[in-house]
């Protein structure tokens, strides 16, 4: 499965962005997804996760109520809304696919995109 995110940008603290993430395969709605974060210097983050059909979906505490992940199996895509963003949401974003697993861990994924630059500035 080919992955490609798109969608970051420069935008000040408080502000939104939408980042969507495209599969390259109709078998995208066989697949958790995910989006993680990272910055130079540290290791990747969870930041959120959705199963299959877009019925469940987790969070990290620190996006909780602020981030929506959502799918579009039709459009073989996956949604990141960001709200209320910060300058700590600075970072490269990514998408990820899993054929199985909760979708917290990095480990649990097989197949990644390229990222996508959000910068926050303050």
């Known amino acids: 499965v080919q992955l490609q995110a798109s969608g970051g940008g420069l935008v000040q603290a408080g502000g939104s962005l939408r980042l969507s993430c495209v599969a390259s395969?109709?078998?995208?709605?066989?697949?958790?997804m995910g989006w993680f974060r990272q910055v130079p210097g540290k290791e990747r983050e969870f930041v959120a996760t959705?199963?299959?059909?877009?019925?469940?979906?987790n969070y990290a505490d620190s996006v909780k109520g602020r981030f929506t992940i959502s799918r579009d199996n039709v459009k073989n895509t996956v949604y990141l809304q960001m709200n209320s963003l910060r300058p700590e949401d600075t970072a490269v974003y990514c998408c990820?696919?899993?054929?199985?697993?909760?979708?917290?861990?990095?480990?649990?994924?097989?197949?990644w995109g390229q990222g996508t630059l959000v910068t926050v500035s303050s």
């Open positions: 990820a696919a899993a054929s199985y697993g909760l979708g917290y861990k990095v480990s649990e994924y097989d197949y």
């Open positions: 395969r109709r078998t995208f709605r066989s697949y958790i």
């Open positions: 959705i199963n299959e059909i877009g019925t469940s979906t």
